[in-house]
């Protein structure tokens, strides 16, 4: 019975601990991080996506046609109407003439509610 006994241990450890990491399909969720930079003295916008580890550059002037500075007051009010579920947080960091929007977004949520974010604020203020 004493043979059988580490061997059994060991195939319950096996079972309960090693295989259902193994079969696990679930995907590990990345962060994403969306910069929407606001520019006050030239009006420009820009967005900054961040999947995987490359960073592409999107230039939103000639995608929404966004052409306007935003108060701060209006702005912080559009963000926390606006991201509302848990996986999604931002903050505004202040430079001397830029007032940058970061967006940190989990990966299950798909880039294109960024672009419906960034319409969002667009019919709401521009």
């Not at 009010?77 to 903050?91: D, F, G, Y």
């Amino acid at each position: 019975m004493k043979k059988y006994w580490k061997k059994a241990v060991l195939v319950l450890f096996i079972l309960l601990f090693i295989l259902p990491t193994l079969f696990t399909f679930a995907p590990i969720p990345t962060e994403r991080l969306i910069t929407i930079g606001i520019i006050s003295n030239e009006s420009s916008f820009y967005q900054e996506v961040k999947v995987n580890g490359e960073i592409r550059i999107i230039e939103l002037l000639e995608r929404l046609n966004i052409n306007y500075t935003l108060e701060e007051g209006k702005l912080k009010c559009l963000l926390e109407s606006l991201c509302v579920t848990e996986n999604t947080s931002w903050n505004i960091y202040h430079f001397k003439d830029t007032s940058v929007v970061q967006l940190s977004l989990n990966d299950s949520i798909a880039e294109g509610n960024v672009i419906f974010i960034l319409e969002e604020i667009k019919s709401k203020v521009g």
